[in-house]
């Protein structure tokens, strides 16, 4: 029998249990990482990340492909153990993990580059507490019909890609949003191969205050069911909102989640317009876990 150190953490309310593999000799199957992530009988969350350098992981040669300064890898999955690309609140949680065990520094005003299996992802520190660029977003083509429990009618989606799938559904009063039962996996037509995290979203009145537009969500996960938050989905919900509401809609939004609150920016960059996400990353325990 192995002993895994472990902490815990979350972003809003969405949380990971994280452990460091620099060296990569930490090979855990998918029903052990399921196992961990179990509420009721391992330690609880919503998926597993394990800090292993870039030059030790298969996946980490192309992060640094992209960028050499990419010395660590985020190896995020969900808490069925299925892979994730990326994981937006996961990201700034784990930037504090590194910081906070000495694995890496991030001085004011510095910048830590993060390999994934969506791209190098840049961290900062925020004044919520980090913030990290998504990369380029992309609007996939495509009108899905998205069913979920407690909702009436199938409603349209708009398909978005921030490194991972999304589709958002805006709903139309707070009423609405709260009904939907999102312990089931909402139903979307046609199906999308591997899975989707599906937002549903209301947007605020007014929609748009001191220039920043503001939103509430809820978010079914796939591989870990509805979350208190997601960090991806915020951005992918902020960006939907805004395509809806046209040229004249601002580029800086407010996301209220189940966990808190986070905030998206979006701006240009050389490849194309970037998506921002910023928010609170917190380390809650320690622990010892036997496998």
Known sequence: ?????????HGTGNDFVLFTDPDGEVDLTPSQI?????????VGGDGVIRAVRSANLPDGAAA???DPDAEWFMDYHNA?????EMCGNGIRVYVRYLLENGLAELPPGGTIAIGTRAGVRDVQHSTLGFSVD?????????EPLVRAKNL????????ISVGNPHIVVALSSDEELESADLAYIPHVEPEVPGGVNVEFVVPRDPLVKDGIGRIRMRVHERGSGETLSCGTGAAAAALATRHWAGPKAPNEWRVEVPGGVVGVRMFPAEDGEHVALNGPAELVFDGVLEL
């Open 152 to 159: 009436q009618v199938a409603r349209p989606g708009q398909p």
């Open 80 to 84: 069925d153990g299925s892979v994730a």
């Open 64 to 66: 640094l492909a992209e």
């Open 34 to 42: 399921a196992a961990i992530a179990d509420r009721h009988f391992g």
């Open 1 to 9: 029998m192995s002993t895994l150190h472990f902490t815990k953490g």
């Open 134 to 142: 998504l990369g380029r977003w992309e609007l996939p083509d495509g």
